[in-house]
């Protein structure tokens, strides 16, 4: 089993230097020409590989952490990239069973982290404030994504906005698994948060910048 581990873990930091390199890259330079979705691909397989490894990893030696950045990354990398095949849902385009199981799978862990995070803190562990966090942010993005899917649509290039906002939630994971990771200075509370905090104007400013708001009153008809 440990050689398992061992292998999985060469997998786990490969996949996650290759996302967050690229996913820094994104970041920084124009939006949406062929370089960016370029990039974008090794972001998006470079973040699954890596989740499904830190899965596996967190299952293997019980680690509280790579569960946490593992599903939260995952979800954020899978749906970013699936809204993207979902443009027309106020045209009545038919949401895949895929898109639920893993809106659904994702409030099922949501509400395990703020479970176990109110456990925690009760027991005056911090890790379950940032558990409190990921789970509470899980769990309202899981709940728009309910909401999208079933048409309540008030964004007429929803898409563009949701694949903004949880690519860069990716990226912000990947940020964070390092930071926690080579962490020597900062208090473990600000490693974990301070991607969050400082990461997350990003997203409110480039969905305002670029939501095209819908003129119909009401987007399902």
């Not at 849902?89 to 659904?104: N, R």
């Amino acid at each position: 089993m440990e050689i398992f581990f061992k292998i999985l873990l060469i997998i786990h930091v490969i996949a996650g230097s290759v996302g967050l390199f690229t996913g820094t890259i994104n970041i920084v330079r124009k939006k949406g020409d062929n370089l960016h979705r370029l990039v974008g691909k090794y972001f998006l397989y470079g973040m699954l590989i890596n989740s499904v490894a830190g899965f596996l990893m967190s299952v293997i030696h019980k680690n509280v952490f790579l569960l946490i950045i593992a599903v939260f990354s995952f979800y954020m990398a899978a749906t970013g990239q699936r809204i993207l095949s979902l443009k027309r849902i106020d045209k009545g385009q038919q949401v895949k069973g895929i898109d639920w199981i893993l809106t659904y799978t994702m409030i099922f862990f949501a509400l395990c982290f703020i479970v176990f995070g109110i456990y925690l803190k009760v027991n005056d562990n911090n890790l379950g404030t940032v558990l409190i966090v990921f789970g509470t942010i899980s769990a309202l993005m899981a709940r728009k994504d309910i909401k999208t899917y079933q048409g309540n649509i008030t964004i007429k290039n929803y898409w563009l906005l949701i694949h903004i906002q949880r690519m860069i939630g990716a990226y912000i994971a990947a940020l964070t698994a390092f930071l926690v990771v080579n962490n020597t200075y900062l208090p473990p509370l600000v490693a974990w948060l301070s991607p969050t905090v400082i990461l997350t104007p990003l997203i409110f400013y480039w969905s305002r910048k670029n939501a095209i708001k819908c003129t119909n009153k009401n987007p399902q008809t």
